[in-house]
């Protein structure tokens, strides 16, 4: 019917609530008409779902706790390459010696300088003032620059490295303290003025020097040759499989 046809049974009075209850009746149809599907998912489309994605993170999770373990690890060795590279530059450009330190233990690495003044003692390169070093149970004071978690310095059950670099696998030798004693769980790789790689008791020329990370996985390692050459290497966990970065 026409809404806006006169109704006879309306009054002149009451039209326009007359019309008005006929579009209520109309807008009410038309929702009703209109009105979507609320019915929901079924229990075994919620099921099929969860089963799916469940499956899904099964998958996921292991790939990318792995390659965030692979990414930290080479992180570190990117930082020890950097700070061994700078060691051997400043060793250079001050006429000095100067070493990456390793803490075998707590985890972390510090590049040193060898201050000539008066009796002679290691600083810190980071320090602007220049005091001297101590040890406590082989972590010197200063800033140091710790490994990402997961990691540490080692070799795991490697018994050969890379053997371009370094045919019987080790770290480097003990670092020695301001008096000249060896700090227990420490390697250093040290540089005499010319950046070539010495041993810290007779400073002497080394044929190779190295320090090796682990995250029980993976090996990492860099190697320094007689002429101050830096090489970076990585293992998978196989003697025979160390290939060059």
């Known amino acids: 019917m026409d809404v806006w046809n006169w109704n006879p049974e309306c009054s002149i009075t009451a039209a326009w609530q007359c019309v008005n209850r006929k579009l209520q009746l109309m807008r009410k149809n038309?929702?009703?008409?209109?009105?979507?599907?609320?019915?929901?998912?079924?229990l075994l489309e919620i099921v099929i779902v969860l089963a799916i994605s469940i499956t899904l993170v099964a998958i996921a999770v292991p790939n990318y706790v792995s390659i965030v373990a692979s990414m930290r690890i080479a992180g570190d060795l990117r930082d020890l390459t950097g700070a061994t590279a700078q060691a051997k530059m400043r060793a250079?450009?001050?006429?000095?010696?100067?070493?990456?330190?390793?803490?075998?233990?707590?985890?972390?690495?510090?590049?040193?300088?060898?201050?000539?003044?008066?009796?002679g003692c290691w600083v810190a390169e980071a320090d602007t003032t220049s005091t001297c070093l101590t040890y406590s149970s082989g972590t010197p004071s200063g800033v140091v620059t710790s490994l990402s978690?997961?990691?540490?310095?080692g070799y795991g059950?490697?018994?050969?490295?890379?053997?371009?670099?370094q045919a019987t696998i080790g770290e480097a030798a003990k670092c020695l303290d301001n008096s000249g004693t060896a700090i227990t769980n420490t390697a250093c790789i040290v540089f005499n003025s010319r950046g070539i790689p010495i041993d810290?008791?007779?400073?002497?020329?080394?044929?190779?020097?190295?320090?090796y990370l682990t995250n029980g996985t993976v090996?990492?390692?860099?190697?320094?040759?007689?002429?101050?050459?830096?090489?970076?290497?990585?293992?998978?966990?196989s003697?025979?499989?160390w290939t060059g970065q």
Request: glycine share 12%; charged share 10%; proline share 3%.
């Open 200 to 211: 810290a008791s007779t400073l002497a020329p080394l044929a190779t020097g190295a320090l």
């Open 239 to 241: 003697s025979s499989s």
């Open 157 to 165: 059950t490697l018994t050969a490295g890379p053997s371009a670099g």
């Open 219 to 237: 090996v990492d390692g860099l190697t320094i040759s007689a002429t101050g050459s830096i090489q970076t290497w990585s293992n998978n966990g």
């Open 92 to 119: 250079a450009a001050d006429f000095t010696r100067a070493r990456v330190y390793a803490d075998l233990n707590g985890g972390s690495f510090q590049l040193q300088l060898w201050k000539k003044a008066g009796s």
């Open 149 to 153: 978690q997961g990691d540490t310095f």
């Open 30 to 42: 038309s929702m009703e008409f209109d009105a979507p599907d609320q019915s929901g998912f079924s």
